[in-house]
């Protein structure tokens, strides 16, 4: 069984860009969770899909969007970046939307 | 709007001590609590899960215990390691709400034993 899996690993980008970021969810999965860690602090909740729709969102403005693709593969895509966005962006997946989370190795995203 | 503290948010012991680590939330209605382990710069362990009607959780060293209604969680890491060195976050997953499954977080302790 194959678990969570996140990519890139780590990502550099200028204020004002635009970034994608994408997880593979865990086999038979149908649910995936986004969440943003700061350092220092405990994972931030951005969004929530369940087959293929946003299924609720956290204190997030909408230049943070999402996809769930048929295979239930996931992007996370923020636009006109902020310093502040930088963090460690988490992805989990679960079986249906309150069953146990299982969390991928996250993307580091670094804006200067 | 749930919100998750987690008491103390640095502990260093020498190694071999039994520790307690303290988890509240304020709303009790949870569909359940997760601790998780995490390594610098890394992603999430899930060390133990709890349904929300269950009492405690055993693994290994470890166990977790949870009281709902005085909102009210602890780990027990019995016989520390060196190994065990890393940031504990207790996670409470909504049960009501926009977003059923929805997990919110303490900031974490972080954790050292040294040998």
């Known amino acids: 069984e194959t678990g969570v899996t996140q990519s890139p690993t780590h990502l550099i980008k200028t204020r004002g860009q635009q970034v994608t970021l994408r997880c593979s969810s865990q086999s038979g999965h149908n649910t995936v969770s986004w969440y943003q860690q700061a350092l220092g602090q405990g994972p931030q909740f951005i969004f929530q899909y369940y087959r293929e729709e946003e299924n609720g969102r956290g204190n997030f403005p909408p230049r943070f969007s999402g996809l769930q693709f048929p295979n239930y593969s996931s992007e996370l895509n923020v636009n006109a970046l902020e310093l502040d966005d930088s963090a460690l962006y988490l992805c989990a997946s679960s079986l249906i939307t309150r069953y146990e989370q299982y969390f991928g190795p996250g993307t580091r995203l670094t804006v200067t | 709007k749930q919100e998750v503290t987690q008491i103390p948010a640095a502990l260093s012991v020498p190694e071999g001590e039994n520790l307690v680590l303290n988890c509240s939330f304020t709303d009790s209605a949870i569909y359940n609590l997760q601790w998780f382990r995490q390594d610098p710069g890394k992603g999430l362990t899930s060390l133990l899960l709890i349904q929300s009607s269950q009492r405690e959780q055993t693994s290994g060293r470890l166990n977790a215990s949870l009281d709902k209604s005085s909102g009210r969680s602890t780990l027990y890491i019995a016989a520390s390691q060196p190994g065990d060195s890393a940031t504990y976050l207790c996670?409470?997953?909504?049960?009501?709400?926009?977003?059923?499954?929805?997990?919110?977080f303490g900031r974490g302790t972080q954790l050292t034993v040294w040998p």
């Open positions: 996670a409470v997953s909504a049960d009501r709400g926009s977003t059923l499954g929805r997990l919110y």
